[in-house]
């Protein structure tokens, strides 16, 4: 396994936002069957979370590693307050933003919420020597649903479809380069890789926790709960036949 080959799978999970943004439009009065497939994505995170970052073995490791999850939680939630702040608060929200959001603050915010998934994706290739279905999968899921929310809410900060597409062509090669430098990080600290991943997870955990599962039960009611299920019993099929 490369840098290179960490680089594609990144900006390949990223690419199902240029997916959401094709589906805005058809999904823009049909939003609980956005918040269904939210759930869904954020069903496959949760599982991936569970079977592949942070397992029992991983626990049983020591408290290292629960402090590591900890302060990726914190990290995050720091840096999310910030940019909600800022004008970032409606990057996720499937009926689309106030005008007067901030296009940069929503740039900057889906980048935040992207970071993570693509460094886990790059440590995992050095560490592990393969890359993880089920992990891709998740990934690459979530993003539509979140592409379909991000697209909504910058056109409505007068954002023209064109602007979103290089916006999200500008994320897409961020995160491959995210990805990229978690391989390259793992490759350098290959011991400490686990606590790599354990900081990412806990921040992906709290990305679900503050926006993603909200946003979902908000437009997909109480079903979203069972394709929520649904998407964590795909995603830990996919980690157990690999």
């Known amino acids: 396994m490369s840098v290179w080959q960490a680089f594609a799978w990144g900006g390949l999970s990223s690419s199902a936002l240029y997916i959401g943004q094709v589906l805005a439009g058809p999904l823009e009065r049909a939003q609980r069957v956005t918040g269904l497939i939210m759930g869904f994505g954020a069903g496959t995170l949760l599982s991936a979370i569970a079977y592949e970052l942070i397992p029992a073995a991983n626990l049983q490791r020591g408290l290292d590693v629960g402090i590591a999850v900890l302060v990726g939680a914190l990290v995050y939630y720091t840096a999310d307050r910030v940019v909600d702040g800022s004008g970032g608060a409606d990057r996720q929200d499937i009926a689309g933003g106030a005008e007067g959001g901030s296009g940069a603050a929503m740039f900057l915010g889906a980048l935040l919420d992207g970071v993570p998934e693509a460094f886990i994706l790059g440590t995992g290739l050095a560490l592990h020597g393969s890359i993880s279905v089920a992990f891709v999968t998740a990934v690459f899921v979530s993003n539509i649903p979140q592409g379909v929310a991000g697209t909504t809410s910058l056109k409505a900060a007068c954002y023209s479809g064109r602007r979103v597409f290089w916006m999200w062509t500008a994320l897409t090669l961020a995160c491959a380069v995210v990805a990229a430098a978690g391989f390259l990080v793992a490759e ?35 079903t979203v709960g069972l394709v929520t299920v649904l998407g964590f019993l795909v995603a830990g099929a996919l980690s157990v036949l690999q």
Do not use: D, I, K
Request: proline share 3%.
């Open 188 to 222: 350098l600290v290959h011991a400490q890789g686990t606590y790599a991943e354990a900081f990412a997870a806990g921040a992906v955990l709290t990305m679900l926790a503050n926006s993603m599962m909200p946003e979902a039960f908000e437009h997909g009611g109480t």
